[in-house]
């Protein structure tokens, strides 16, 4: 005896999970690729606060270190001179990080509001 088993499927519907994976396909390298994206501006993004956040490190010390030289009797004017342009510059680069925090905030896209599926008469 022999059993022959044949499926007989329709092509339409063969047609439509081909078309579907190939959506997902596409999906897929999109994501891959917005994931990547967003790794690299990560990436740039923590390298600027980290050479904001050492420079302001820095000037501090160095202010620091102005005031202990002044407060032990070297030139009090020249010294204070000095001191007033780090403050100078210690604001500019806070102002700075706050620009580049603007600037990252400012270019994050909210997350759209999702729209209720409208309801079907019955």
Excluded: C, F, W
Excluded at 8 to 30: C, N, P
Excluded at 50 to 74: E, H, S, W
Excluded at 75 to 89: E, F, G, R
Aim: hydrophobic share 45%; proline share 7%.
């Amino acid at each position: 005896m022999d059993l022959h088993i044949y499926l007989h499927t329709e092509d339409g519907v063969i047609r439509r999970l081909d078309k579907i994976m190939s959506i997902l396909t596409d999906l897929q390298a999109k994501a891959e690729a917005t994931l990547a994206k967003v790794t690299s501006d990560t990436d740039i993004d923590n390298a600027v606060a980290k050479v904001v956040n050492d420079q302001v490190a820095t000037i501090t010390d160095l202010r620091t270190q102005l005031a202990a030289a002044i407060a032990n009797g070297n030139d009090p004017v020249a010294l204070q001179k000095l001191s007033d342009t780090m403050d100078a510059i210690l604001q500019s680069d806070t102002s700075n990080a706050a620009i580049v925090a603007a600037a990252v905030t400012a270019g994050t896209p909210v997350a759209p509001t999702p729209t209720p599926p409208a309801n079907p008469a019955p």
